[in-house]
């Protein structure tokens, strides 16, 4: 691998960075008190706290794997997932006996190794050492991540490999060079094996090329080995369902989320009935005699559309607001339930009766919930605000290229879930917007300094 972990640039970036090294080792025991706090070596714990949701489907395909050395499992279910994650998990079970905790031990090993792509995208930005080893602090102590890292789920993986064709997109478009553009599309394509949802994320990739000053030439051929690069890695799976189902697609997942997920929310949020009832009036009798997973998911999308189409408004609406709550919402949950303290959730309060009842509410409960909602609440404001100043501040610095695409980034990572906002979905784009954070954090010690200098 090229870059930043090539060995010999690697141990040149931690040579005589002792800073660097304690903030690694500082996020690395963050994570590892969370893990033995959850205790996921005990099975009662891992039964009931770790394979929950969609944790669950993958901790069974990833047995499957192991068990009969095929995708056959892939196909049984309601939902057809990429193969990126259960892979990962399977050569973990394969090696250790089928133990979860090892998995988990893995993530934190890799979420920690996060900190090292962090202070990599502020180099590669060109911003001062005591900017990227903010950043790198900031990702260090983020609990949303962290607390991720001790889940079964895809958000760990999948941020390491698009943090890292970031870093390496950043560097290719000051550079240049074909082997550049190789890395980043194979990190993509290997990220949306992970999570189908980075399968669009290469037009972002395409548009900033297009629009950046480089030589028409080398954007030609950068966009041409990054595009080549992408569909190479996707392709033995889109062939593997052509064979089977007759369609070259990457997932059903698509049109399956949309309508069940965004569009029946905001049926329910908008009619105020369950989310089971919301998705039963949507469906009513569509399915009947339909197997095919991707013909329910090509049904699945006309009805969302249907939807969409009658109720524009309601819609627009709550899928902003979800937009919103998706960088609203903090780790208190995670914290709590990791202490084994009761969680108070209400999760569509924001949605369908304003963010105010929310607050209320969690300043009601302060107390008992150990003060956690406004002390996170404060800091995720301070990370936002420093944020926008960062942002500014690249602007500004004639980085308009680059400015333009973080804010891509992370719009592309908040509008897809709209109104199906968790805060996991934000763990992408939290090491891009922590790099612009550190950014504005960095000019204000800067100015302070120059303050308390005037005599």
Sequence with gaps: MAGLFDSGRTKGILAGNAALIL???????IRTILFVSLRPWDNDVVERRVLVDDARSYHYLASSIVETGTFEKFDSGFFLRTPGYPLFIAGIYRASGHRTWVVLIMQIIIDSLMVLIVYGIASELEFTRRTRLIASALYAISLIPAIGSIKLLSEVLFTFLFALSIMWFIRGLKRGGARLFLLIGLTLGAAALVRPIALSFVIVYLAVLALSRIRARTMITGSTVLLLAFLAVLAPWQARNYQIFGRYALSNLAGINFCRCNVALTKAYAEGIT?????????????????????RSDIYSNIALDYIRDNSAVFAKYHAKGCVQTFVTTARGGILDIMGRPVVRRDNTPLRDGFMPRIVERLKNAREELFLAPVLAAGQVIVYLTAILGLVLMIRGKQTTLALLLTLAIAYFTLIPGIFSLSRFRIPVIPLYLVLSARGIDQIITRWKRIREVP
């Design 275 to 295: 989310l089971a009832d919301a998705r039963a009036e949507l469906e009513g009798t569509s399915f009947v005699g339909v197997t095919d997973p991707f013909e």
């Design 23 to 29: 903030i690694i080792l500082a996020a690395l025991g």
